[in-house]
């Protein structure tokens, strides 16, 4: 059974960072991509980031580009979202996905793309 755990959430003030982590275990994933996603409170799922296994691939959303960081290490299995210079815009439950990578990285947007969901973790930013 595949797991997707991601952990670091918390609050954090306006300009502050935060780095959330994603451990997958279950199954090899060289041939996929993780990525990360984040749902406001109201607001529908919002794609925020995605990284090959190599991580010789990223992809970010434009809301995030030049604030977010994702990096991986793929002997611990796992994904993490450096998050600087938040704003309150930012508040959500971020959780994180795979698939494989030539779906995701030609898709990074659609739920298609990937096989496995995990749960999510509270970030949220104050003013």
């Known amino acids: 059974q595949v797991f997707l755990i991601a952990s670091g959430g918390g609050l954090v003030q306006a300009g502050g960072s935060l780095r959330l982590s994603c451990a997958a275990s279950?199954?090899?994933?060289?041939?996929?991509?993780m990525s990360w996603f984040r749902r406001a409170s109201g607001k529908e799922r919002e794609f925020v980031g995605a990284?090959?296994?190599?991580?010789?691939?990223?992809i970010y959303a434009d809301s995030v580009k030049g604030r977010f960081t994702i990096s991986i290490d793929s002997a611990k299995n796992t994904v993490y979202l450096q998050m600087n210079s938040v704003t309150p815009e930012d508040t959500a439950v971020y959780s994180c996905?795979?698939?494989?990578?030539?779906?995701?990285?030609?898709?990074?947007?659609?739920?298609?793309?990937?096989?496995?969901w995990g749960q999510g973790t509270q970030v949220t930013v104050s003013s």
């Open positions: 996905a795979a698939g494989p990578s030539v779906r995701v990285i030609g898709n990074p947007l659609g739920t298609s793309s990937y096989d496995y």
């Open positions: 279950g199954r090899t994933f060289s041939t996929y991509a």
């Open positions: 990284i090959s296994w190599s991580g010789s691939h990223t």
